[in-house]
């Protein structure tokens, strides 16, 4: 069964509208709807903003039997490798706020007792192409955020997927990544183009959903 991990309604809508609503519960304070659509059997959770709350969505769906979580929504483009309302698959992520670097000498990201600071996700066969995402707590125009971004490879920013994919390493499951861009860095306030180009990004993202929840399983 796929367990999805939504950050906000707005973007579980667009799976919610298509969903056989079997069951309402609430898991770990979050909303958890059991049901299927496009002939697969889902959990949804709508987990809610940043990456505490991702984990803890991650939780719900896991314990009520998962065996693949998917992550999905809109997220913002880093530079010339991502295109506005555009749908990206993702193939590793990294949380660029989590800083042990003075402890264990690895790169910004590396989780303790772990040698690389990136978290694979599993590679959805999709047609779609494959970036980099990074998470972190926080929705800004930094330079030196951007710069640091940039430096670790990322070519697209959230405030969950990292959350979920480390949650999903330690309990053995597959998590699935994609995303639709929102707003692109460099292209004015992220936060009026996140406004303006939401609701496009995630049509874009509800038409490819049937192919990625039957990549997903």
């Given at each position: 069964m796929?367990?999805?991990v939504i950050a906000m309604d707005i973007e579980a809508d667009i799976l919610l509208d298509q969903m056989e609503i079997e069951n309402i519960a609430t898991i770990h304070g979050k909303p958890l709807y059991t049901g299927a659509a496009f002939g697969k059997k889902l959990l949804l959770c709508v987990c809610g903003v940043g990456k505490v709350n991702a984990a803890a969505g991650t939780c719900a769906v896991l314990e009520k039997g998962a065996d693949v979580v998917l992550n999905f929504g809109v997220a913002g483009?880093?530079?010339?490798?991502?295109?506005l309302t555009e749908v990206y698959r993702i193939d590793k992520a990294v949380q660029y706020d989590f800083d042990l670097v003075q402890l264990n000498g690895g790169k910004i990201g590396t989780l303790d007792g772990e040698d690389d600071n990136m978290l694979p996700l599993h590679r959805l066969a999709l047609d779609i192409p494959a970036r980099t995402l990074?998470?972190?707590d926080r929705f800004n125009d930094s330079a030196a955020d951007h710069d640091l971004l940039i430096s670790l490879g990322a070519?697209?920013?959230?405030?969950?997927?990292?959350a979920v994919a480390q949650v999903c390493k330690?309990?053995?499951v597959p998590c699935c990544s994609v995303k639709a861009i929102s707003d692109v860095y460099g292209a004015g306030s992220t936060t009026e183009q996140y406004l303006t180009n939401r609701a496009k990004a995630l049509l874009n993202l509800k038409a490819s959903l049937k192919e990625i929840l039957e990549a997903a399983e």
């Open positions: 796929i367990g999805c483009g880093l530079g010339a490798n991502t295109e990074a998470s972190g070519d697209i920013r959230d405030m969950e997927g990292a330690y309990a053995g």
